[in-house]
């Protein structure tokens, strides 16, 4: 089967060339994208076009949209295939390549991760950029993904449909691929890779610690907003509700369960047209989610009763309790309230690692 490694670019230098031909030699057929470098990169992408196709545009639009274009070229000229997508800054090796390709012809429905165990002296940033990612995909979606970061990505063309309609136009998109793979629980596997950085501070990478992490974690700050306003309307209707029933069990009872009538229409609102965007039958999505709210109160209530027969004040017990619920209550709408299919642990193959100063 042909199989196409599709690398994104921006502002390469000569190490594309190098990995352009290594990729020839291994008959790989090559797709660059340009993602904007201008004039000053031409001479670099000219040599490229020697070894395969390359396809640009005036101004950079990121790395997540470099993806799409060239997926729609592939789509269009290479149909049936095998993808690789790979870095141009020269931390993927072509056998790593190869290795990815191998497991998803002998598993076409497989989407395969080249998963780097990072050594000791790695850059700083990609340490505790890739374990904070990993912790937060962990415990948001259930699913273990050692490398949540890894460009080096192999799939068949029959996902091509399904990565397009990821959204993030920049470094997001890579994360967003894997909470869309997770929400429909669809075969995912990790196969360890080669770890190489050229110096301490990993300074071929354009990834912005600041601004491309904010956009990584888009989606789950949007369901942070979304859970925040829904408490600070659940809050403010249970205090006024307290306040006009008064003290007693059956008045908790009431203030909590009616407070929360009002804050969970607002939530579903919101979650499915601005947080998970979904396109789900709303009968089925609502009666999942009204579900979980059932669910979500009674242990809520049942906590909540417990604390403030300990003498907890019962004001303060309510936002301890809420803050125990948001990771519960996020994990089961993104996986089982918006989310569909099956999902297939990953399985781990040994490999070392090397690392170049």
């Known amino acids: 089967m042909i199989r196409v490694a599709l690398i994104p670019s921006f502002e390469p230098d000569e190490t594309l060339i190098t990995l352009?031909?290594?990729?020839r030699e291994q008959d790989f057929k090559i797709v660059i994208v340009d993602d904007g470098s201008g004039p000053a990169y031409t001479d670099i992408f000219d040599e490229c076009e020697i070894f395969g196709d390359v396809l640009s545009y005036d101004t950079n639009r990121g790395k997540g949209f470099a993806l799409r274009e060239g997926?729609?070229?592939?789509?269009?000229?290479?149909?049936?295939?095998?993808?690789?997508?790979?870095?141009?800054?020269?931390?993927?090796?072509?056998?790593?390549?190869?290795?990815?390709c191998n497991r998803v012809e002998t598993n076409p429905r497989q989407f395969v991760l080249g998963s780097r165990r990072l050594p000791k002296d790695a850059p700083t940033k990609s340490k505790w950029g890739n374990g904070i990612t990993r912790f937060v995909y962990k415990t948001l979606t259930g699913t273990n993904v050692y490398d949540t970061q890894s460009g080096l990505r192999a799939f068949h063309s029959d996902w091509i449909p399904r990565l397009l309609e990821v959204r993030g136009d920049r470094y997001e998109y890579e994360m967003n691929v894997l909470l869309e793979i997770s929400r429909q629980k669809l075969p995912i596997e990790e196969i360890p890779i080669h770890v190489i950085y050229f110096d301490k501070q990993n300074s071929v990478s354009h990834f912005d610690a600041l601004h491309d992490s904010v956009r990584i974690y888009k989606e789950i700050l949007k369901f942070a907003g979304s859970s925040?306003?829904?408490?600070?309307?659940?809050?403010?209707?249970?205090?006024?509700?307290?306040?006009?029933?008064?003290?007693?069990?059956?008045?908790?009872?009431?203030?909590?369960?009616g407070a929360r009538a009002v804050s969970s229409i607002f939530n579903f609102t919101v979650n499915k047209k601005v947080v998970f965007k979904t396109q789900g039958n709303l009968k089925k999505e609502s009666a999942k989610y009204f579900g979980l709210v059932l669910f979500n109160i009674s242990i809520n209530t049942l906590i909540l009763t417990g604390l403030?027969?300990?003498?907890?004040?019962?004001?303060?017990?309510?936002?301890?309790?809420?803050?125990?619920?948001f990771i519960l209550s996020y994990v089961i709408q993104h996986n089982f309230v918006f989310g569909k299919g099956n999902m297939k642990a990953g399985k781990e193959i040994e490999c070392e690692n090397i690392s170049i100063q």
């Open 308 to 325: 403030t027969t300990l003498g907890i004040n019962a004001y303060g017990a309510k936002i301890a309790v809420e803050c125990v619920m």
């Open 71 to 100: 997926l729609k070229y592939i789509k269009a000229i290479y149909g049936n295939c095998i993808i690789v997508t790979m870095d141009s800054d020269g931390q993927h090796m072509v056998c790593d390549a190869q290795k990815l």
């Open 20 to 23: 352009s031909e290594q990729l």
């Open 228 to 257: 925040l306003a829904s408490f600070a309307i659940d809050y403010l209707m249970y205090a006024l509700l307290l306040t006009l029933l008064g003290a007693g069990d059956a008045a908790l009872l009431i203030a909590n369960f």
